[in-house]
C-alpha cells in the first residue's frame, strides 16, 4: 500500500478521467446552433479557434459547472486503474485546470474524494504551469490530455502520459517521451512499461 513518503503521480480531471466534452458541446450547439463531436477537437484549443474565447470559456463553465460533479462518469476501467495505483504504492494526486478554481475547488475535490478516498487535489488556475507545480509537490509524472502540459512535463525528463484523443494523438506519435494509452483498462500496463526505474510486475504485485 503506498504511505506517505511514497512515489507520487499526479492525474488531471476534466478530459482525462471524465468527458466534459459531450456536455460543452451541448451549450456549444445552445449558443450557436452547431451540433460537434469529439472526432471535431482535432486541438484542445478547437472551441476557441473555431468560434471565440468567450464561447469556449462559457462552454467549459457548463460542462464543469460545480452543480453537476456529482453527475460525472469517470472513463471506463478509470477507478480501477488508479486505485490498482495505491495498492501497488504509488499516490495519487489530482491536480486540474478550472478558470474559476476557487469557485470549483471544494465541489471537485468533494467528488473526487468521494471516489478516491483521502486524495489531494490542486484546483489551479488556467494560466498556472503544471510542470513547474509538479516540481513544487515533488511528483514523478503527470497523466493529462492537454498537449502544451504535457509537453512541458516531458522537457523537464518527468513521465507524462496521456489517453490518446483527437487533440493529443499528433503530440503522442511524434513525441516518444509522451506515452499514449487508447483506454484505462490498458493504463496500467502502458505505465508498468514506461517506468523502469521501478522494479514492478503489474499483475503480480509492485515492489519498490
Request: with cysteine.
Amino acid at each position: 500500500m503506498a504511505g506517505p513518503h511514497a512515489p507520487t503521480l499526479a492525474v488531471d480531471v476534466d478530459g482525462t478521467i471524465w468527458s466534459c466534452y459531450e456536455r460543452a458541446f451541448d451549450e456549444v450547439e445552445r449558443l450557436t446552433g452547431d451540433r460537434l463531436n469529439l472526432a471535431d477537437m482535432t486541438s484542445y484549443d478547437y472551441l476557441f479557434d473555431r468560434y471565440s474565447r468567450e464561447i469556449g470559456i462559457q462552454a467549459f463553465a457548463f460542462a464543469t459547472e460545480p452543480s453537476y460533479c456529482v453527475s460525472r462518469t469517470l472513463y471506463e476501467g478509470c477507478e480501477k486503474a488508479l486505485k490498482s495505483l495505491k495498492v501497488l504504492g504509488i499516490n495519487v494526486r489530482f491536480v486540474t485546470h478550472n478558470h474559476d478554481p476557487d469557485r470549483m475547488r471544494d465541489p471537485v475535490t468533494a467528488w473526487l474524494q468521494g471516489i478516491f478516498g483521502e486524495v489531494p487535489v490542486d484546483v489551479m488556475h488556467t494560466s498556472e504551469n503544471k510542470a513547474d507545480h509538479l516540481l513544487e509537490i515533488g511528483a514523478f509524472g503527470i497523466v493529462d490530455d492537454k498537449p502544451e502540459s504535457l509537453e512541458n512535463v516531458a522537457d523537464l525528463g518527468l513521465l507524462a502520459m496521456t489517453l490518446v484523443q483527437p487533440w493529443n494523438k499528433d503530440l503522442v506519435f511524434e513525441r516518444p517521451d509522451v506515452n499514449g494509452f487508447v483506454s484505462w483498462d490498458g493504463f496500467l500496463r502502458t505505465f508498468a512499461g514506461v517506468t523502469p526505474c521501478i522494479e514492478h510486475s503489474v499483475f503480480g504485485g509492485w515492489h519498490g
